[in-house]
């Protein structure tokens, strides 16, 4: 796996915020899913989650076995916007 610094790390699932009008008006919108590298940019790709652990998050669908997870820490994730080149290390 690879992080948006070039690290190596574990899987961390990763959600871009989306204004969303709703009665709370204009909360944001959580949308599952992780940045995945494409062509050396991040490309965030909607999955579907099943169980999830304390470090652990089940994948049911939205992933190909070849995809490749960008990982890092919480701050990094939630700040990564798709296009964003990365680094392989």
């Known amino acids: 796996m690879k992080t948006a610094s070039g690290e190596k790390s574990e899987v961390q699932a990763a959600a871009p915020s989306t204004e969303a009008s709703n009665?709370?008006?204009?909360?944001?919108?959580?949308?599952?899913?992780?940045?995945?590298?494409?062509?050396g940019k991040a490309e965030f790709l909607p999955i579907q989650t099943g169980v999830t652990g304390t470090a652990d998050i089940e994948v049911l669908s939205g992933l190909?076995?070849?995809d490749e997870i960008v990982t890092?820490?919480?701050?990094?994730?939630r700040t990564l916007r798709?296009?964003?080149?990365?680094?392989?290390?």
């Open 23 to 39: 009665s709370n008006g204009g909360d944001k919108e959580e949308i599952q899913g992780v940045f995945i590298v494409r062509n």
């Open 64 to 66: 190909k076995p070849d």
């Open 72 to 77: 890092g820490s919480y701050k990094v994730l």
């Open 82 to 89: 798709p296009g964003t080149s990365i680094r392989d290390r």
